[in-house]
T-cell receptor, first 112, second 117 residues
Framework: GESVGLHLPTLSVQEGDNSIINCAYS??????FIWYKQESGKGPQFIID?????DKRQGQRVTVLLNKTVKHLSLQIAATQPGDSAVYFC???????????FGSGTKLNVKP | GAVVSQHPSRVICKSGTSVKIECRSL??????MFWYRQFPKQSLMLMAT?????????EQGVEKDKFLINHASLTLSTLTVTSAHPEDSSFYIC?????????????FGPGTRLTVT
């Protein structure tokens, strides 16, 4: 199946700093990408998404960047807070949205 | 917002028994639900896609006779782990796609922790 992977398994940042979480995907036909946040023992929570016809999308304190040339996705969190501590996954799906494939996850630790 | 529930949240069963996990969309209709399993400190692995009124589509390597999926209504899908073994111990998560919402959006349940002794 498709391969979606992450560069960094663990990221530690100081409270108030910006965080950048990266993700690589292998399926050039992927059309839709999503970032999820998962807290321990809970299901994933939607953060932000982006379609393949865009290269940047901003939300509240979060920005997703998509580089289709190198098949790379990143999540930027501004002014990281302790509540942002969690595991973050990227997921991708082809144009028909039939299946979602998840990357391996990055654990974000926010130090007070 | 859209809410997906799972029941039970935790279950412990003996090896050889079967366990049923329910996934419900509480305030929307879901023609498609997805079942994932997640081992500790690992990512979500898609097991199968469940479509209301039809047979589930299983991912390669997932035994359909072991993981029985039934999507009997627009708000309920069930996963039955048959003849469970300790290696089936995992965190099982479902998600549901809102029939009326924009494509791509799926809502996740809180997960079910299965422990097989």
């Amino acid at each position: 199946g498709e391969s979606v992977g992450l560069h960094l398994p663990t990221l530690s940042v100081q409270e108030g700093d910006n965080s950048i979480i990266n993700c690589a995907y292998s399926n050039s036909a992927s059309d839709y990408f999503i970032w999820y946040k998962q807290e321990s023992g809970k299901g994933p929570q939607f953060i932000i998404d982006i379609r393949s016809n865009m290269d940047k999308r901003q939300g509240q304190r979060v920005t997703v960047l998509l580089n289709k040339t190198v098949k790379h996705l990143s999540l930027q969190i501004a002014a990281t807070q302790p509540g942002d501590s969690a595991v973050y996954f990227c997921a991708e799906t082809p144009y028909n949205f039939n299946k979602f494939y998840f990357g391996s996850g990055t654990k974000l630790n926010v130090k007070p | 917002g859209a809410v997906v529930s799972q029941h039970p949240s935790r279950v412990i069963c003996k090896s050889g028994t079967s366990v049923k996990i329910e996934c419900r969309s509480l305030d929307f209709q879901a023609t498609t639900m997805f079942w994932y399993r997640q081992f500790p400190k690992q990512s979500l692995m898609l097991m199968a896609t469940s479509n209301e009124g039809s047979k589930a589509t299983y991912e390669q390597g997932v035994e359909k006779d072991k993981f029985l999926i039934n999507h009997a209504s627009l708000t309920l899908s069930t996963l039955t782990v048959t003849s469970a073994h300790p290696e089936d111990s995992s965190f099982y998560i479902c998600s549901a796609r809102d029939r009326l919402a924009g494509v791509g959006q799926q809502y996740f349940g809180p997960g079910t922790r299965l422990t097989v002794t």
